[in-house]
Structure formats: C-alpha cells, structure tokens
C-alpha cells in the first residue's frame, strides 16, 4: 500500500483529503508544520509527501530545501500542494526542489495520477 | 465629488492639494523673474533707440552712452540665455510686438510719410501675424497692444520735443507694460499650472487608489480560495458517497453545491488575473517553444469541449509551424478561453483554429458558426462583467471576465485582439502576437 505523508495545516482541507485518499487505499500520515514533515519523512519514510506551500514554523519550500539535501530522504517525491494558481508558483515551486505541482482546490483524479506516476 | 471640488478650484483659482500652493508659488517666482528681465530689456530697447539715433541732437554725454550700451549688452546676453535654457518662447514674442511699435516709430521719425505708405500696413499686419502664431490669452494679449500702442504714441510726440532730463521717464511705459503683463500671465499661469500638475497629482491618486483596489482583490481572492477548498472538496466526497450507497435525490444537490463552488472559483481566478495585470503585476516569462507540441496539448483540452455540444472541431495550420518566443501559459489561456467561448455559443455547427503565419507576426483565429454577435452586443464584448446579454449567462455560463483578460494579456504579449461577428452566422476572435516578443514590446 502506498504511503503518503500528508503536510497541510488547515485542519479542514487535511481531514477532506485524507479521508478521500484513504477511501482510494491509500495510507496517510500527517504533519502540521514544516519542522514535522521534515521529521515524518525521516521516521516514517513515505513513498511520496504531498506538500502544501504556506506552513508554520517552516514553511513549505523552506522543508522541501531540507527533506531534498538530506541523503536519507532526497529520492522521496514531493507534490507540492498550492492555493496559488499562478505560473510564477509553479515555478517557484518546482525550483524549489518539488517533483510535481497540484493546485488547491485539489482535483482528486488529477493528484491520483500525479502520485500513481511515482510509485 | 471630486469632479465637482475641481472645477471650484479652476473657477477660483485655488489649490486642492496645500503642496501644490508650494510648489506653484516656486514656480511663480521662477517665471516673474522672466518679468523682470522682459520689463528692464524693454526700457532698453526704448532707451537705446532714442540715444543711439538722436545723440547729438539730444545731447547726452558719450560716457553716459558707453555704459548703458555696455549694461544693455550684458543685459540681452544673460536674457536670451535665461531664455534658451528654460525654452519659454513666449516672452520672445511678447517682446517682439513692442519692439516692431517703437522701430516703427523710428523709421517715422527718420521719414514721416512713411506712416502713410505700405510701410505702415506692415505694423498690424505683423501683429496680427504674431497672434496668430502665438495664440495668447485675451487679457495678454490686449495689454500687449495697448501698452505697445502707448509706447508708440508716446514716442511720436516726445521725439519733437523730448529734452535729455526726460528720457528716464520714457522707463515708466515698460515698466506700466511690465505689471499689466505680469497680472494677465499670473492668471493664465495659474490655470495652466492647475490644468497639469493637478491633473497629474489626481491622476497618480487615481492610480494609487486602483493599485491599493488591485492589491486588495490578490488578497482576497486568495483568502477566498481556502473556504471554497473545503466547499468543493466536501462536495465531491459527498457526491462520490452517495453514487457508492444508491443516494441519487442528494446526488442532484450536491452537483449543484459543487458547481457553484467551481463557478466561484472561476471568477475568483478571473478577479486575481484581472487585479495581478492592473496592478502591473502580472510577468511575462518569455521562452522559446516548439509551437506544434503545444497546439497538441491545446487540441486534447480543447477537444472535447467543443464537440460536448456536437460541433466540429478543424485546426487548419501552415506545415512549418516553427517556433515561438512568447509567453507560452498565458498564450495557452487565451487561446483557451477563445475555444471555450465558440464552444459554448456553437451547437451542432464548426468551431475552426486557423493558424496564418506572418514575415514576423503570427495570428491565431477561432471561428465558430454559433449564435454570433449584433453591433451592439460586440461593442461591449471586452467589457469586464458583460456578457452579450444578461440572459446568456443564465443559458451559457462565464464570468464574463474570460475576454478583458485575454485581451489585456494579448497587449502584455505585444499583441492586439480583434473580434468579427455576425448575428446568426458566427463570430471570429484572433490574436496576431509577434513571434519573437522583445521585453520592450510588454
């Protein structure tokens, strides 16, 4: 089964995801801030990390930068998750270090693909 | 409000804005310093005439001479450099009409039937020429005249009596010129310092309140975008639920929670387009880009929304496409949004992208055989918020924000957006963009 790791602090937009990811046999587990994904991805090794942009503590180019440069972690895929549909955040984003790009709001067959398309 | 409180202030000649008062008054000063020049170069014009041609007769000491030819010269010197440097031609010709008064006064004095021969025509004829040339308010303009005219008269009558003591008082006609000059100039001055700086100073105000307008939509419309997540979201799930559990009567709601949010969604894009070219935010990101691989992405997107409402869709297209360096997102978006629109306004009829390739421009034209458009309608297409009818988009859908987008983003890419229509028969939509855009040309 394939593991993500979920990153997304709005509690709302996490449980909507989650449960629809889950319903489609996906195992989830979450973190609500940068410093925590960075963490999540070391412990729990996911096969991709769906990562929303604006975070806590760190934000979420800032912990793409970090799971990227760490050996243990750099192989893992991130999707970057944003509510920023313009071109320049795309480019920010894959610049920063994310595989692939999905903006909020989520279209679900979309992101499945995106995650098939790595595992 | 506005409108109103400028139209006081032009009406009275005050300020609405108190640095402008400032800012005038420096440049008041500036300008009446030319006065003064004009006023003293006047008394010299007079004052020399008279000493140069009547010397021996008047009877001035030589020494007296030397020095005012010596001071006249600085004078003219420093006065026709002030002039040149600041550019402020109409004092030459405020000067000019004077100085044609009194050398014709001369040229009488030396041959008295002069002022009855073709000579004297000459006079007002070219007075009236410098009125022409130089249009000058009234006021100015019927100081110059008489202060000239009195110049001229005054002159007639001392030359046959004037003694040496005298002639400083021939200063007092310039200097009478001078003030009614300078009185008729501050008014005219004023207007016309009003009519630019204050028009410059609302017009940056106007600019600065669209921009804070502009800023405050990108905010927004991202705030908005996280609760309409959830909303769409939600629905989706609650939709795919109740397809799973039979739940069909809550199926047919929930569509209707999820469309609206996706319409929501679509304006709430369109508004942060709009707002991001507005506020001159909006980028090009120029690159170089095979032109057929993209057509073929636009053609699988664009595909099967055109034949949802059983139309046709032809691409007719040049071989050597070639390439293309141009915005290629925002090209995608226009060309999209041309397609959506002849989709949306086509039933069972042809929607065509024609492609024609220019020496260094290249058009993109998307004609349908829809509903089309009547005079009226098409001149208010790129309209923001309009829509040929409100009843349209009851039947059609849009935001009416897809063409005042496409068309501004059309200019940003160098380009110009045109539209042809036909009530009945069809509308055609085209871009011609350059194919290699210059950063300049944005």
Partial sequence: MTKILLVEDNEMNKDMLSRRLIKKGYEIVFAMDGQEAIDMAKSETPDVILMDMGLPVKDGLQATKEIKENSDTTSIPIIALTANAMAEHRQEALDGGCDEYETKPVRLPSLIEKIEQFT | ?442
Wanted: charged share 25%; proline share 3%.
């Fill in chain 2, 1 to 442: 409000m506005a409108e109103l409180e400028e139209q006081i202030s032009r009406l009275t000649c005050k300020f609405i804005e108190p640095e402008l008062e400032n800012k005038y008054k420096e440049m008041k000063w500036e300008k009446n310093s030319n006065y003064i020049w004009n006023l003293m170069i006047l008394g010299h014009i007079i004052f020399l005439l008279i000493i140069l041609d009547d010397i021996k007769q008047l009877g001035i000491q030589p020494i007296y001479v030397t020095v005012h030819i010596i001071c006249s010269f600085i004078l003219y010197f420093l006065l026709f450099y002030e002039l040149y440097r600041k550019e402020y031609y109409d004092i030459y010709f405020t000067l000019a009409i004077p100085t044609l008064m009194v050398n014709g006064a001369y040229h009488y004095y030396m041959d008295p039937d002069a002022l009855f021969g073709p000579g004297a025509a000459a006079l007002p004829l070219l007075t009236l020429l410098f009125f022409t040339i130089y249009p000058v308010d009234f006021l100015n303009g019927f100081f110059i005249v008489t202060t000239s005219v009195a110049a001229f008269l005054i002159y007639l009558l001392e030359v046959d009596i004037i003694s040496g003591e005298q002639i400083p008082y021939l200063l007092v006609i310039p200097f009478v010129y001078g003030v009614f000059v300078k009185r008729s100039n501050e008014f005219k001055s004023r207007v016309d310092y009003m009519k630019t700086e204050e028009l410059k100073i609302l017009r940056v105000k106007a600019q600065n309140a669209s921009k804070a307008k502009s800023d405050f939509l990108a905010n927004m419309s991202h705030e908005l975008r996280t609760p309409l997540n959830a909303i769409i979201g939600y629905s989706e799930m609650l939709m795919e639920e109740a397809e799973d559990d039979g739940l069909d009567t809550y199926s047919e709601d929930l569509e209707k929670i999820n469309s609206s949010g996706e319409h929501l969604l679509t304006l709430i894009n369109d508004i942060l387009d709009l707002s991001k070219i507005e506020a001159g935010k909006m980028e090009l990101h120029i690159e170089e880009f095979e032109f057929e691989k993209h057509l073929n992405q636009i053609e699988a997107t664009a595909k099967p929304l055109v034949e949802k409402n059983g139309n046709e869709f032809v691409i007719e297209k040049p071989d050597n496409l070639g390439k293309l360096t141009n915005d290629q997102t925002k090209l995608r978006q226009i060309l999209f949004n041309m397609l959506s629109n002849a989709a949306k306004f086509t039933k069972k009829g042809t929607v065509t992208l024609g492609i024609t390739k220019y020496d260094k421009k290249v058009r993109f034209a998307v004609t349908d055989t829809g509903i089309g458009m009547n005079a009226e309608q098409l001149g208010k297409v790129f309209e923001e918020f309009t829509q040929a009818e409100s009843s349209t988009s009851k039947d059609y859908g849009g935001t009416g924000l897809g063409l005042p987008i496409s068309k501004k983003m059309t200019k940003m890419m160098g380009g110009v957006m045109e539209v042809e229509s036909e009530e009945g028969r069809g509308t055609t939509f085209s871009i011609t963009i350059p194919i290699v855009v210059q950063e300049e040309e944005k």
